[in-house]
């Protein structure tokens, strides 16, 4: 057992440093640009005032209707096409905003007025820029998944970093918790690594993790629609539901979209903004928020025929819980707006910390890398292959699958752990410790294909030829056991009324 345990960290030390290596400065840029959108409205507000906060609020006066402040704009705005109306309707100073995606350009208005405060491309600014960086780098389309993978990297990053945080006898606890401020420079800088990477851990899993969630959202989506049993050509039809057109036929007005809302939501609902219909065929979409958990708001959606009114979609009755938890919990999650000012702190500080463990990690493996590099130093690998083990290949196998099982619980217990530690300061535990587990289990099931993938290949194309890979045979029999237990929490979760 000690053994298998010396192996184990030297498994996992490799995958830390290599990655680290790879994408260490990429994970420090996104992090540090996260942080800093965590606090996008205030600082986009400080720096805009002009755009973003009325002078003055009339007294006992409520925002015009919606289709007169509309009507009003396109008076004296005749060229500009409305294809989202963003209105924050929880602070009264502030404006609303109409998005014209043909000419990227957002138009700022008084909401008790329709009068135009000021436009500007919403693809210019501090904060488009900042969200560029941190979404793609600055890279169009390529930089989206580069950003993502990262994510990923940095959520493998933290669990080796946390297998080889764990001492090797409970007399040195303190010593890996701490930094002994009496030792050499050296010495304390690879103490910040360890207590800094291990307090910061449950934060910046939950926040790599969202992170990969929301970049492949077109792949994690039809994962939670397929385990809640319904197909990806099924959530395409509810996304792309279009209305009725007939000749002659005009939209309903602006305003009854409020009605029809508080007939599908509950009172306290609100519309957060509105999309309008691209074409004849197209639909309103309401994007909706009501009170209760998370703090930032429960998000909701609905899909209306521009013409008769009717209710194309309804996220509430058409999407499964973990589908809704998705719409809710995943963007409040990445931003720490959940659990209020607390965990928005929190994610402010989890996202710098790449950046200082990158510094700190870079200062440890340096020396040890001219060192190597001196000594031209080599290790002989004693490479063992299936075929020679005196156990056999099915009794390897077995051996394999029940430690993919340990792996499983601890993993579980992790992902559990993590989300309820990031909640804690909120007061706020059993939700995000249970959509913690929700969301890394498309990310488990991706895994297990892609280990059925390389063992398939193995054994068609390497095997006959080089014999089977002990590390490929591994890296499946622990993927298919994490994939199990994680299904079977992710149906008994969604079967809970957490949402």
């Excluded at 602070?91 to 000419?103: E, G, M, N, Q, W």
């Excluded at 197909?231 to 792309?240: K, M, R, Y």
């Excluded at 939209?251 to 957060?272: E, K, T, Y």
């Excluded at 219909?277 to 998370?294: E, F, H, V, W």
Aim: with cysteine; net charge positive; proline share 5%.
């Amino acid at each position: 057992m000690k053994r298998w345990a010396t192996h184990q960290k030297r498994w996992f030390a490799k995958w830390h440093l290599y990655l680290g290596i790879l994408a260490g400065a990429i994970v420090a840029v996104v992090g540090v640009t996260g942080s800093i959108l965590v606090f996008q409205d205030e600082i986009d507000r400080a720096l805009n005032p002009h755009l973003l906060t009325l002078k003055q609020v009339p007294e006992k006066k409520q925002p015009l209707p919606l289709d007169e402040l509309l009507d009003t704009f396109r008076r004296e705005h005749p060229s500009t096409k409305i294809d989202y109306l963003l209105m924050e309707n929880d602070r009264p100073d502030a404006s609303f905003v109409i998005y014209d995606y043909s000419k990227d350009v957002a138009h700022f208005i008084d909401p008790y007025t329709g009068k135009l405060l000021g436009s500007r491309s919403f693809k210019s600014g501090f904060i488009a820029v900042v969200t560029s960086i941190h979404t793609s780098l600055l890279i169009p389309v390529a930089g989206q998944y580069l950003v993502g993978i990262s994510a990923l990297i940095l959520l493998i990053l933290t669990i080796s970093g946390l297998r080889l945080w764990i001492p090797k006898k409970w007399s040195q606890l303190k010593q890996v918790l701490t930094v002994n401020f009496k030792a050499s420079a050296k010495r304390q800088n690879y103490d910040w690594h360890n207590s800094l990477g291990f307090y910061s851990s449950p934060v910046v899993a939950v926040l790599s993790l969202t992170g990969f969630c929301i970049t492949f959202s077109l792949l994690v989506i039809p994962i939670l629609f397929m385990m809640g049993g319904k197909s990806p050509q099924g959530v395409q039809q509810l996304l792309a539901a279009k209305s009725v057109y007939k000749a002659g036929q005009t939209p309903i007005p602006i305003d009854s979209l409020q009605h029809i809302l508080h007939n599908h939501f509950p009172a306290d609902s609100r519309i957060a903004g509105i999309a309008f219909p691209a074409d004849s065929t197209g639909n309103y979409r309401l994007d909706i928020l009501s009170t209760g958990l998370p703090q930032s708001g429960k998000r909701g959606m609905l899909l209306i025929d521009q013409y008769n009114g009717k209710v194309l979609t309804n996220s509430r009755n058409d999407f499964m819980q973990a589908g809704n938890a998705y719409l809710s919990w995943l963007t409040p999650l990445h931003y720490g707006t959940f659990g209020g000012m607390p965990t928005r702190i929190l994610a402010l500080l989890g996202g710098l910390i790449p950046l200082v463990l990158f510094i700190t990690g870079f200062v440890i493996w340096w020396p040890r890398y001219k060192k190597n590099k001196r000594n031209n130093g080599k290790h002989k690998k004693n490479k063992v292959r299936i075929e020679n083990l005196p156990a056999g290949k099915a009794a390897y196998f077995k051996m394999q699958v029940r430690r993919g099982f340990i792996y499983a619980f601890w993993l579980l217990v992790l992902s559990a752990a993590c989300g309820a530690i990031y909640g804690l300061p909120s007061g706020l535990l059993i939700r995000p410790a249970a959509f913690s587990i929700l969301f890394i289990t498309p990310l488990v099931l991706i895994n297990l294909v892609i280990a059925l993938l390389v063992m398939v290949g193995q054994l068609i194309f390497l095997a006959p030829f080089r014999g089977i890979n002990l590390t490929l045979v591994r890296y499946f029999s622990w993927s298919m056991p994490i994939a199990l237990v994680f299904v079977a929490v992710y149906y008994v979760l969604a079967s809970l009324v957490l949402f």
